[in-house]
């Protein structure tokens, strides 16, 4: 059974970069096909998609993200970690970490999700 478990502080500083891992349990995060995401959701919104880091180590960013994120992984631990720079109030959401299979075209499994509050 394949689970994702994703970790971080629940509250961080505005202006701060928030950093959230998500560590994978039954499934190699270097095995073919699959694509590793992170996806958010803020009080009274949609998901909102982020970022991805595939098997192979290209990535794909939100474009109205991109110049504020970035995704590392730690093939040795089987964990990919989110790094989501200047945060404001708004980046106040769930977070999730899910994967996506590619042949399927579906995010097949999810983390539980981690509240993030941006304050001071």
């Known amino acids: 059974q394949v689970q994702l478990q994703e970790s971080g502080p629940g509250l961080v500083k505005p202006s701060e970069t928030l950093s959230l891992t998500c560590t994978v349990s039954?499934?190699?995060?270097?095995?073919?096909?699959?694509?590793w995401n992170w996806i958010r959701q803020s009080p009274g919104k949609g998901l909102e998609w982020m970022v991805y880091?595939?098997?192979?180590?290209?990535?794909g960013y939100s474009p109205s993200l991109k110049s504020r994120i970035s995704i590392s992984r730690d093939t040795s631990k089987n964990q990919f970690t989110l790094q989501l720079r200047s945060v404001t109030p708004e980046d106040r959401a769930v977070y999730y970490c899910?994967?996506?299979?590619?042949?399927?075209?579906?995010?097949?499994?999810w983390g539980q999700g981690t509240q993030v509050t941006v304050s001071s």
């Open positions: 899910a994967r996506f299979h590619e042949s399927a075209r579906i995010f097949d499994y």
């Open positions: 039954g499934a190699s995060i270097t095995t073919n096909s699959y694509c």
């Open positions: 880091i595939c098997s192979a180590g290209n990535t």
